[in-house]
């Protein structure tokens, strides 16, 4: 069921295969080899460049209206293909099939959206100073592109940064995560289906340092776009300071979530148990750190407790499997790193807490409360299925502490109030807000983060527009 991983460059699939350097791609779920990924050699890389630079001004060229046909055609057949490709998902990543198959309809419908905006990339005409000058503004593609994506999201990552790149009329080259490749794969094998032409979009794996070493110094990147954890998103933004290329850094998250004493409390209590455990927590998104009014935590910790001790653990293809494992072995060593800051502390356990059998990275649902703002799990990003509960006192409290941590990409709160809602929005420091909602990601909406959750957006039109530059046209 799962393919071979395949290296895609200038309209070309390269298989691992004899004398080529290449590593395993394990099961979460039970340790097994799924195959192996191949890694691209200088020479594969420095093709890769040479195709998407050399495609670049036809597919720049080419009308927008038949940029948007293939981008269809690559989604009706990304569409078609949804039950196997769920299933490949599921088995380098984990998470559970309806997720995956979630993930996949999402990744589809950027497809389709970026199709059709990419036809509605206007320019403006703006009054000049005088009849004998017209200021016109134009859109033009930035040129190829390097993209890296991670593990968590296989299929919605690459979806946000190819599509629009393609759209745009910009070449690309990706670097999907080395440990879930073959929904990268897949996305390829659509698009060369869908009639893409060659060098428009290629897939190179590997060491992730020296690919994206290599892709970033070359001239011809004109935008790098990266998906991950911070450190490396800042490491990466140093690498583009050379050739002062544009970039996008979509990066971690440590999301602040504030129950008012107001908040439709089943509402809340339904949507947080939910959410906290989509994807195990490895979501950049994720409700993170929870504060919740003095009034209603301890019911609210009881009750959650109890959900997530209800979830059922297990391999994401099993129809009744509630959460999967973590995708990769480093997720459950960090979780028992937070759990043994936590314990120092004197935070208590009210679920979970521990890994869960030999085989595979399965770790409990677990809810600790009792921490102060100096545990590990209210400063830094957890990244996985613990849920830490503070209580507050005043509305200022809960903005002090929602705010006090580096990252800022989503926030959350719940109330019926309008002057809480009002509050919320305006003075949680977040590049996304959601008022009694986790949805805060879609096709058509910007998504992105402030302080050092990084910089830029993908979705929605601001997300086209990462991969195009303005030109001022003046005419006389
Ligand atoms: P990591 O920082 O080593 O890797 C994160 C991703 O970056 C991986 O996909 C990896 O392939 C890629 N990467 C690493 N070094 C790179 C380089 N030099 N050039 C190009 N790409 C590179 O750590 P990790 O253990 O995979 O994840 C740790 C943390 O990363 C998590 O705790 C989380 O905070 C963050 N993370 C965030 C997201 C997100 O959606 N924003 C996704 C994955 C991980």
Redesign the pocket.
Known sequence: MYPTVELYVDGRFIPAGKGRASEPIYNPANGQVLSELPHASKAELDEALVAAARAFPSWRDTSPLERSGILRKTAELLRERIDALSEIMTLEQGKPLAESKGEWNHAIEIFEWCAEEGRRVYGRVIPSRSLALDHLTVHEPVGPCAV??????PAL?PARKVAAALAAGCTVII?????TPASAVEIMRALHDAGLPKGCAQLVLGV??????RLIASPSIRKVS???????GK??MK?SIDGLKRTTM????NAPVIIFDDADYDHALATLAGGKFRNAG???ISPARYFVHESLIDRFTTDVAQRAAALRLGDGRESDTNMGPLA?S??VD?MERFLADAESRDGKVLTGGKRVGNAGNFFEPTVVTGLNQDALLFS?????PIMPIAPFATVDEAIEKANAVAAG?AGYAFTRSVENARTAMRRIKTGMVGVNTLAVSSPETPFGGVKE??HGYEGGIEGLHAYLDTKLVSLS
């Open positions: 890296f994506t991670p593990w968590n999201f990552t670097k999907a995560s080395e440990e992730p340092s020296a690919v994206s070493e990266f998906t991950g954890s911070t450190p490396v490491h990466l690498l979509e990066l971690g998250g490895q979501v950049c990769n480093r997720r960090a830094e990003e957890c990244f996985g990409l959750s990084g």
